[in-house]
């Protein structure tokens, strides 16, 4: 049973760091690209950033570019997202997903995170 749990959420002040976490089971991680998605109230959920199953090539969404970074370990099945200068706007519901190699869908999910920022 694959399982992807975040976890690092909470309440933050507007300019602050955050760091999400998510821990995967059940799968052969090093076999997946993962990614992280967010759902503000009454929005879409929207991509956020991703990592290939190496961790060598990384994307962003345009909102969070240059203050955000993936990484991951494949030793420890975990990927991280480290949020900078966070403003507002960010705050959502993270989830954490990952999708098989040449696969285009991400198959599995976590439950989400909240990251909620005052301002």
């Known amino acids: 049973q694959v399982q992807l749990v975040e976890s690092g959420g909470g309440l933050v002040q507007a300019g602050g760091p955050l760091r999400l976490s998510c821990a995967a089971s059940?799968?052969?991680?090093?076999?997946?690209?993962m990614g992280w998605f967010r759902q503000a109230p009454g929005k879409e959920r929207e991509f956020v950033a991703a990592i290939t199953w190496s961790g060598t090539n990384t994307s962003y969404a345009d909102s969070v570019k240059g203050r955000s970074t993936i990484s991951r370990d494949n030793a420890k099945n975990t990927v991280l997202l480290q949020m900078d200068s966070l403003k507002p706007e960010d705050t959502a519901v993270y989830y954490c997903?990952?999708?098989?190699?040449?696969?285009?869908?991400?198959?599995?999910w976590g439950q989400g995170t909240q990251v909620t920022v005052s301002s």
């Open positions: 997903a990952a999708r098989a190699l040449n696969i285009g869908r991400y198959d599995y």
């Open positions: 059940g799968l052969a991680f090093s076999t997946y690209h």
